[in-house]
């Protein structure tokens, strides 16, 4: 299903959460921690001697001649899971002094949480912001740089953020309002806060109560379409029925007042450089629970009057003013089916004038998925993030019109990134190397990776091998053209075959590549190879590509992943083609299932948050749209029904033999948990040997550490288990 945060670990790439199990011994050098860059770290590849014999023999050999020796890197174990930190959130001041970033942590019980911290570019040197046991996210600074605000004040269950500002160097932090927010789901969303060009305001994003009765309450009345949250913890089992409204707080008088009112949501907001109006994103349907469909909007700063800058049919996203305010860049689409999971269409970079006219797509030379615009330091350019062959590229493209440059296309993905006057560009990047990083590029450097500025997971890095990643492409079934990647295993006996665990991404509509994936790594070092096909439906591959599961899931797409498995081994004939393991989340759960319904060639099979059943998927989800844009019409319209139950995996149950591990968040409302409840009964019917895994407080997807690390453990004790050809106990 759709992208989130990089928490959930099954969707798309399958990339966890940096979340132990087990703690490593290490033999240093000298008995000292020695600082090693990240272009050094070592990569250990297929056929490469044990790590755990080379250190054996290291210790052996040491206390034989009374001295100390180093070890070869071990391999990724779960419990590192809890140690690996990424860089999220950034942004640079006006003056290109300092760089204010976040950082996700996994450290404690519970979800990841984050920190913000803020850098001297001159000395390098970073200071957090608040006390160590304080969460703080979203760091934004004032247009002179002598302030920075952001979302802070957290307890550790992620209550009581507040909208907090702070001198530029951390100190006289001072809350000036509460914020609350929705269970609704309201994907793609940008910006919380924004400063007035003068800095003496701050426009934020928080909730109101809305018109609906309680449903919550006891008893529960029902009133809404979408009367399901995005996840439901504690007693919020429904929609909390409160709509986002912009709020501004005065910042030398704490003074608040509301700006917008009414019965929808308004969120995505920037602030005009002239400093009177406020861009929005808000959907205005006359029915917007039942139709998706995001305009830009800008209201008066003083009147509160609002001026509807589009009115289209497809859907807008995340607009931004240029920084003379005569121009106003945003994501859009162009199709008028859209769906508030996720779009089959690629998103593209867009410009209008400030009351809406000539809207261009300044993003069409590329025929790929579109991230965040932003502008330049002069104003005549645009950035944007571009996925493409399983990596995301940080590009430039003139608004005038030409060819878009390559700021940054190394192997792996761009995620934040923000431009100082000067031109210097900060991003985030992962690359094969370990999790998000924060570099700098120079305003005249382009086409590089460029400085790193922090190195998170260095110590732990530093004893911990990587395994190669290696892309190949091969010819589908009908002849399509589709890219691969393996991660090839640590270690392997002598003479022995490798298993293969092929791993699906969600989306349907996302990508998998080269970037660090942890559970990949971990397999890699249980002698297990990984297979990651970027099937049809697909992004970074073109429109193209991502229109020929239409009206075709559980079609073309297993097929492609069927097809995917033969050509590795055809490829790489160490793969052990009578241990193969199957697994995916959301989308990837679905057709995980499907598959299995198709062959008994894989020994054992992981769905996590997965569909078996497309009908009562589309009425059980709190996403009711999805497999319209999907399909083309409503179950009720053009015999779509009868298709739906075609192509559902528990129709044909009895085809299956595989054993079968279910994975579900009790509280998923995205997939809901009946998905699998009905497959394990289903299977159990049948007579396949089948578990199911429930993990309380959890929504789509495994947040908390301690339920990610479990879960892989669950998978790893599945898969031996099944490879050796016994049947798993409970445990």
Do not use: C
């Not at 920190?115 to 390098?124: A, G, N």
């Not at 909730?207 to 809404?224: K, L, Q």
């Not at 395994?467 to 295993?489: H, N």
């Not at 948050?609 to 019409?633: C, K, M, P, R, W």
């Amino acid at each position: 299903m759709k992208n989130r945060a990089p928490s959930q670990w099954f969707l798309h790439d399958g990339s966890l959460t940096p979340v132990p199990a087990r703690v490593f011994t290490m033999v240093r050098h000298g008995g000292s921690d020695t600082d090693v860059p990240a272009r050094a770290f070592t990569t250990v590849r297929h056929g490469a001697s044990s790590p755990v014999v080379v250190a054996a023999l290291a210790i052996a050999g040491a206390m034989a001649v009374g001295a100390v020796v180093s070890t070869q890197p071990a391999r990724f174990e779960i419990g590192d899971l809890y140690k690996l930190r990424a860089v999220g959130d950034i942004e640079l001041a006006s003056d290109g002094t300092r760089i204010a970033y976040s950082v996700q942590n996994s450290d404690r019980r519970g979800r990841p949480y984050s920190q913000v911290w803020i850098m001297d570019l001159s000395t390098r040197q970073s200071k957090r912001l608040g006390t160590d046991r304080e969460g703080a996210s979203s760091p934004r600074w004032s247009p002179d740089g002598r302030r920075i605000a952001y979302f802070g004040r957290e307890d550790e269950t992620g209550a009581g953020s507040s909208l907090v500002i702070a001198d530029r160097d951390g100190g006289n932090a001072t809350v000036l309002a509460p914020i609350t927010g929705t269970n609704h789901p309201l994907p793609s969303s940008g910006e919380r806060l924004a400063w007035s060009p003068d800095g003496r305001q701050i426009a934020f994003v928080s909730s109101a109560p809305g018109p609906e009765v309680d449903a919550n309450g006891d008893p529960m009345v029902i009133t809404r379409y979408l009367y399901k949250p995005t996840a439901s913890e504690g007693r919020q089992r429904f929609n909390d029925n409160r709509r986002l409204h912009i709020f501004i707080a005065d910042v030398a008088t704490k003074q608040v007042r509301q700006l917008t009112k009414g019965n929808y949501y308004e969120h995505s907001i920037d602030w005009s450089p002239r400093g009177d109006e406020i861009l929005f994103v808000s959907n205005r349907e006359p029915d917007p629970d039942r139709f998706f469909n995001y305009d830009v909007f800008a209201i008066n700063v003083s009147t509160g009057t609002e001026r509807r800058l589009t009115n289209t049919k497809n859907a807008e996203y995340q607009p931004h003013w240029s920084r003379d305010g005569r121009r106003i860049a945003y994501l859009g689409t162009k199709r008028p089916f859209t769906s508030s999971e996720t779009t089959m269409e690629d998103t593209h970079v867009w410009v209008m004038n400030p009351d809406g006219s000539n809207r261009r797509d300044v993003g069409a030379g590329i025929d790929n998925r579109q991230g965040r615009a932003g502008w330049g330091a002069d104003g005549e350019d645009l950035y944007f993030t571009v996925q493409s062959r399983g990596s995301t590229h940080l590009m430039r493209v003139p608004v005038s019109g030409g060819t878009a440059q390559t700021m940054v296309g190394n192997r792996g993905s761009v995620g934040e990134w923000s431009v100082s006057k000067s031109g210097a560009v900060a991003y985030t990047f992962s690359g094969p190397e370990g999790p998000a990083e924060l570099y700098l590029l120079g305003a005249d450097e382009r086409g590089g990776k460029g400085t790193p500025l922090t190195s998170l997971n260095r110590e732990l890095l530093q004893t911990r091998a990587r395994a190669e990643v290696e892309a190949f492409s091969f010819k589908s079934f009908d002849g399509t053209e589709i890219e691969a990647f393996l991660t090839k295993p640590l270690t392997q006996p002598a003479g022995a075959k490798a298993p293969m665990i092929v791993m699906m991404h969600g989306g349907p509509h996302g990508q998998q590549g080269a970037g660090f994936n942890s559970k990949a790594q971990i397999y890699a070092g249980q002698g297990w190879a990984t297979l990651m096909v970027n099937y049809r439906g697909s992004t970074g591959y073109g429109q193209a590509l991502a229109d020929k599961i239409f009206g075709d899931q559980n079609g073309g797409e297993a097929k492609d992943v069927l097809a995917g498995v033969d050509a590795a081994l055809a490829k790489y004939p160490w793969l052990d083609a009578a241990r193969l393991g199957l697994e995916g989340g959301s989308y990837g759960g679905q057709l995980t299932n499907w598959i299995i319904t198709q062959t008994d060639r894989f020994k054992a099979a992981v769905p996590a948050a997965s569909i078996s059943n497309l009908v009562t998927q589309n009425y059980l989800s709190y996403y009711h749209d999805y497999l319209a844009v999907e399909f083309g019409g409503f179950p009720h319209e053009k015999n779509i029904i009868d298709r739906l139950w075609e192509r559902s995996a528990i129709r044909y149950a009895n085809k299956v033999k595989t054993p079968t591990m279910f994975i579900h968040g009790d509280n998923d409302n995205d997939v809901p948990i009946a998905e699998a409840e009905q497959f394990y009964i289903a299977l159990k019917d049948v007579g396949v040997e089948t578990i199911m895994i429930r993990y309380p407080r959890e929504g789509h997807g495994l947040r908390e550490t301690a339920h990610v690390a479990d879960s892989i453990e669950r998978s790893i004790a599945w898969y031996r288990t099944h490879f050796e050809g016994g049947r798993a106990t409970s445990h």
